[in-house]
């Protein structure tokens, strides 16, 4: 399963290291990081993958955790709606 | 491989620009239900949703979270009641839209299609008991749903089904009168009434369709406002073409998650319906896409072309993303449910004519209207025949669904709540139509339905 994280908040030390760490418990390896800043805003795209049986609420749940203690909105969804929208064929 | 731009469109589509798959219906064929004991009838349709649906809501939580896409809507829409209970001993088919409403409340949909029947053409016994049945079902039931299909473009119109609508619509105003005559709201009338139709409160489960399906309805208004915002003062060229793009996206969502949901609960895909239907929310309006095009508030002179522009463009560029495509998928204008038609009637710019003109090149019809409670039933009638000719002759679903709300006139406030929202009322014609109303009989149908 193809996992898309998303981090949008204001920068801070610590941000990478703390979402690996739980996406590293979670089994989910990191394929490629991306970050801009947008809007005065930083923004992080994490490409990530997993296997199918790996429950991906859970992921989700405790990337938001992070996310709230960190101060950062932090998102994980499925793949496929980006594939979906972008990608004919 | 995605770019970090594609990542960061989608989730601004959705996050500031209100995207969302406005539902995930499932059609549940109650053909098998039929029973001659109207207890057994009850039974047997209440156990076939609850079982058929009992993982509806919850697939479509778990899609929701794990895409990131708000799926607002999850719904049932049956066979026509006309058609399920026309065998029973049953000389009123209340306690079938009171099974329906219990069995939509266990498995936690938020509206049940159904409670219709359609003659077009004629009535038989089982469409006279419902259609009698639909003011008391509607006011006793919470989350029932009931159309009636009184035209076509093969049949004509049933003009003693259009006069009778004008009286149920009264008397389901009446019932429901503590609550602003919200009965009304969730009533229908159709001409060219399609079955595949997702949306409530039109869906029902059509005979042609199978035991049970997954449709979708998209949504995206915002969505495609925000797209317009960049080619200001552009020519039509450029903005078709940026509508078409914006809704060839929004569609690949709704084909996404209606393709998971149909394989999750090992129900078989219905169809996509592209229609823009908006909410009252700020930023989720047809009336501002329209607007966005150059018209000053809708219903200004312009708002037509401009309507039918975006109606067209959004089938264009949605048609290529599904593999289904069907229901009414088009434009929703629903003033109600939409909060630049409800600024657009309050400063008086969008009247019912504009509406009625509007809908000759949109989906679906007058929605949503409120209109004094003192508009006779003649009246209501009326306008039933005039929008049901418009989708006779254009060969095109129409509908109606207007409140008369009792005890209120124009420019008062109404308040449905939730997605139905809230509108000023309207004004309608005080000349009365009661004589063309009183002849009864059929309009023929037109010379174009003779197409073999």
Known sequence: ?89 | MLSIDNILETNRMIHDNKLDVRTITMGISLLGCTAVDGKTLCNRIYDHITKEAEHLVATGEAIEREFGVPIINKRVAVTPISLVAAGSDLTNYVSVAKALDRAAKTVGVNFIGGFSALVSKGYTEGDRRLIASIPEALATTDIVCSSVGIGSTKAGINMDAVAQMGEIVKETAALTAHQDALGCAKLVIFCNPVEDNPFMAGAFHGVTEGDTTISVGVSGPGVVKHALEAVRGKSFDEVAETIKRTAFKITRVGQLVAQEASRRLNKKFGIIDLSLAPTPAVGDSVAHVLEEMGITSCGAHGTTAALALLNDAVKKGGLMASSHVGGLSGAFIPVSEDRGMIDAVAVGSLSLDKLEAMTCVCSVGLDMIAVPGDTSAATISAIIADEAAIGMINNKTTAVRLVPVPGKTVGEMVEFGGLLGYCPIIEVSPFSAEEFIKRGGRIPAPIRSLTN
């Open chain 1, 1 to 89: 399963m193809k996992i898309v994280v998303t981090v949008v908040g204001v920068d801070r030390v610590g941000i990478i290291a703390r979402v690996a760490a739980v996406l590293a418990k979670n089994e989910v390896n990191i394929v490629s990081i991306n970050q801009t800043i947008l809007d005065g805003m930083f923004n992080m795209i994490m490409m990530c993958e997993t296997d199918d049986k790996n429950s991906l609420a859970l992921v989700q749940q405790e990337l938001a955790g992070e996310g709230e203690s960190l101060g950062v909105q932090i998102q994980a969804q499925h793949a496929d709606i980006f594939v979906s929208m972008h990608r004919v064929g």
